[in-house]
Nanobody, 128 residues
């Protein structure tokens, strides 16, 4: 069974930076698409960024494009989300997700229903 554990969330002032990490265990995910989602209070969960198994192909939601960077270190079975120029609107619980597919090395998924494994979430709070 795959387990995903997020870390690195916290409280930061607007304009600041944070990096959240997602460590996977139970299976190597180097061939599997992964992604970051977030859910703010009273809102639906939304895609933030996604990355192919190879790490070559990435996707960003318009709201974070140019400010966030998704990456992965397959040797460490870990994915990252570097967040810069944070805004109060970025406040949410951030979840990492991984697909069980091992044949999508060069694809990323944007829909949460395409992911099979989820972390417990990490809170990111941006104060104004």
């Amino acid at each position: 069974q795959v387990q995903l554990v997020e870390s690195g969330g916290g409280l930061v002032q607007a304009g600041g930076s944070l990096r959240v990490s997602c460590a996977a265990s139970g299976r190597t995910l180097s061939s599997s698409p992964m992604g970051w989602f977030r859910q703010a209070p009273g809102k639906e969960r939304e895609i933030v960024a996604a990355i192919s198994g190879s790490g070559i192909y990435t996707y960003y939601a318009d709201s974070v494009k140019g400010r966030f960077t998704i990456s992965r270190d397959n040797a460490k079975n870990t994915m990252y989300l570097q967040m810069e120029s944070l805004e109060p609107e970025d406040t949410a619980v951030y979840y990492c997700a991984a697909s069980s597919s091992t044949t999508s090395t060069h694809y990323y998924y944007r829909r949460d229903r395409d992911y099979n494994y989820w972390g417990q979430g990490t809170q990111v709070t941006v104060s104004s």
